[in-house]
């Protein structure tokens, strides 16, 4: 793995649990039944880092033996919004976090051409005022995730709320975030080597889409 030093917005969740997930689903030889489950454990691990930041209030609770005023997550309900189809497989991960969170989509399709992205959909709930919670596995070129970022802005999501959950990343990926929206943070679990000449992650996971869904 690269170092991610260079790369101020970039968080790397350095944890054994994490890497032993992410080694099993790098496994070309992984079944599609463990795949699935272990994008959903990762992104349950990950989750915890990046919902570390919500606000929190106080409520008073009455306990068998007592009471406490004791912190509970307060403000609007965070939206999450996977870039389809990919994201999907990390997104009940942070569901299972955060079960009262609103859900949009951001469907993206890479032109094998141009190796940019096409966009296909966009259904998304209110964004303005909320945490919103970006997901897609791979950050390749970049291009899906500025232009899904182009898309939250456009809908009234303010950058400093918006915070995105990968789970591999190119360098060069990462600067092209960088370069366009330096203040929103990046969560992934490895910093990869680089792109190969067709604009896959290497070492990487390989399609994160097609071994999701069993059509590669």
Do not use: N
């Amino acid at each position: 793995m690269t170092d991610s030093r260079p790369f101020p917005t970039l968080h790397v969740v350095d944890h054994p649990v994490v890497a032993d997930r992410l080694a099993r689903i790098r496994d070309a030889g992984t079944p599609l039944a463990d795949f699935r489950r272990l994008m959903h454990e990762i992104a349950l691990l990950i989750g915890y880092e990046i919902t570390r930041t919500l606000a929190t209030r106080r409520r008073r609770v009455t306990t068998p033996v007592g009471t406490i005023d004791a912190p509970v997550l307060s403000g609007p309900a965070p939206a999450i919004v996977p870039v389809l189809r990919a994201g999907l497989g990390m997104t009940e991960g942070l569901r299972a976090l955060l079960p009262d969170a609103v859900e949009g989509h951001i469907g993206c399709r890479r032109d094998e051409a141009t190796k940019q992205p096409r966009e296909y959909l966009v259904t998304l709930p209110p964004l303005a005022g909320r945490p919103v919670f970006l997901v897609d596995p791979m950050i390749a070129t970049g291009g899906t995730a500025v232009h899904a970022l182009d898309v939250l802005r456009r809908h009234g999501a303010r950058l400093r709320d918006v915070r995105f959950m990968g789970l591999v990343a190119a360098p060069e990926g990462v600067r092209r975030i960088a370069r366009h929206y330096p203040d929103v943070p990046v969560w992934t679990a490895a910093l990869d080597e680089r792109l190969d000449d067709d604009a896959f992650i290497v070492p990487g996971i390989g399609d994160a889409g097609d071994r999701l869904f069993g059509t590669e």
